[in-house]
């Protein structure tokens, strides 16, 4: 089992950068693929970006260059640092984890979710 608690979002001005964690309580930590999305009103939860466990990264197209996700297996937490953020990055953003192997581009790979995070962006 494993647990995932979301920390760090807030309102911010276009522009401007926030830092998620997301802090992780259970075992194996550093064999997930541990992953954020983010889901707009009335939209589809979508993917944001992910990081398996030998630090291979992806991301979606939209925060190529703005977003960057990484994780610290000591302290068992993943990140994800958005600089250049716009109105469009408006949305709850979830961390995600998902068993080794994953690539982790679909929410379906993934088992375990935190509550979310509002991240507003204002123009």
């Known amino acids: 089992q494993v647990q995932l608690v979301e920390s760090g979002g807030g309102l911010v001005q276009a522009g401007g950068s926030l830092r998620l964690s997301c802090a992780a309580s259970g075992r194996s930590f550093g064999t997930l693929t541990m992953g954020w999305f983010r889901q707009a009103p009335e939209k589809e939860r979508e993917f944001v970006a992910a990081?398996?466990?030998?630090?291979?990264?992806s991301y979606a197209d939209s925060v190529k260059g703005r977003f960057t996700i990484s994780r610290d297996n000591a302290k068992m937490t993943a990140n994800l640092q958005m600089n250049s953020l716009k109105p469009e990055d408006t949305a709850v953003y979830y961390c995600?984890?998902?068993?080794?192997?994953?690539?982790?581009?679909?929410?379906?790979?993934?088992?375990?979710w935190g509550q979310g995070t509002q991240v507003t962006v204002s123009s």
């Open positions: 990081i398996n466990w030998s630090g291979t990264t």
């Open positions: 995600a984890a998902a068993p080794f192997g994953s690539r982790g581009l679909s929410p379906d790979e993934y088992t375990y």
